[in-house]
């Protein structure tokens, strides 16, 4: 085949080059060469799918920046030290003696007839900034009227039975107060020597938070004060006494005991707050 002189060849056989070739068009013969210009801008490559995660396959961990030059670990803004365990808070450095008269607590105040325990603890009752309540166990015990065992009468199965009853009631009712954020005191002549009117049964059934504090005045106070009590409340000083030298077997046992034979009811009270407040810092073992 022949072309015209002067002609521009065509390009050869399967390749396409020069203006128009990407659309296969081919200058016209003897016809001048289109001015050449820029060629367009390739489009932009298609993104490049990834392909879907299979079940159980992870993506690398991403990279952490080097440790510090001083080889500790850090945990957000703590630096820990290196191979420890991280150490727990230190408490505050406030030693000061918990306030008694504003905390809810439960005491059991405990003395011979003649001490002073019910006068002590209803005035402490009612001067307190938070709300407390008097539990006196002979006030619970008086509650039965017909059948009352009174244990001036002798002390038997009987008068035990109901003894244990008004304890466990005195109990209840310490409890529930304090579950309703309402102090207690309660008052009983508790032996040291006597397993059946002992701190056992008011731990069982109070609680082992319970305080007991004793109130020991001198014998002769004791005497003085019984003498003026009236009814059933009232004992002989032969009993009184004999009640008093049982009590002395608190001494040693651990328990905080006031001798309030010189303190008036007020004085007693702020003394029984003190030693309420250190029964709390550092609770008695018993």
Request: charged share 15%; hydrophobic share 35%; with cysteine.
């Amino acid at each position: 085949m022949q072309y015209a002189v002067g002609a521009p060849l065509p390009p050869p056989r399967g390749q396409a080059s020069g203006p128009g070739a990407a659309m296969n068009w081919t200058p016209h013969p003897g016809q001048p060469t289109p001015p050449t210009s820029s060629p367009a801008p390739a489009a932009p490559p298609p993104p490049v799918q990834q392909p879907a995660q299979q079940q159980g396959w992870h993506a690398p961990a991403p990279q952490q920046s080097p440790p510090p030059a001083n080889g500790g670990d850090i945990t957000g803004q703590i630096r820990l030290p290196p191979a420890t365990p991280v150490p727990l808070p230190s408490p505050p450095a406030d030693t000061a003696a918990p306030d008694a008269a504003h905390t809810a607590v439960a005491v059991l105040l405990i003395g011979p007839a003649g001490a002073g325990k019910t006068s002590v603890a209803r005035h402490w009752a009612d001067t307190r900034r938070v709300p407390t309540a008097h539990i006196s166990l002979d006030d619970v015990r008086e509650w039965v009227r017909a059948g009352f065992a009174d244990p001036q009468a002798g002390w038997n199965d009987h008068s035990e039975a109901q003894y244990r009853l008004a304890r466990r009631t005195c109990g209840f009712a310490a409890r529930n107060f304090l579950a309703n954020g309402i102090s207690c005191i309660l008052d009983d002549a508790v032996f040291p020597d006597r397993p059946v009117v002992g701190l056992g049964g008011w731990k069982r059934h109070v609680g082992p938070g319970l305080l007991p504090i004793v109130l020991l005045p001198g014998l002769e106070i004791v005497l003085e004060r019984n003498a003026r009590r009236s009814g059933n409340r009232r004992l002989s000083d032969e009993e009184a006494a004999r009640i008093h030298g049982r009590m002395a077997g608190w001494y040693g046992s651990g328990l905080p005991i006031i001798d309030n034979s010189q303190h008036d009811v007020a004085t007693t009270v702020r003394v029984l707050d003190d030693v309420v407040a250190r029964s709390i810092a550092s609770p008695p073992t018993w």
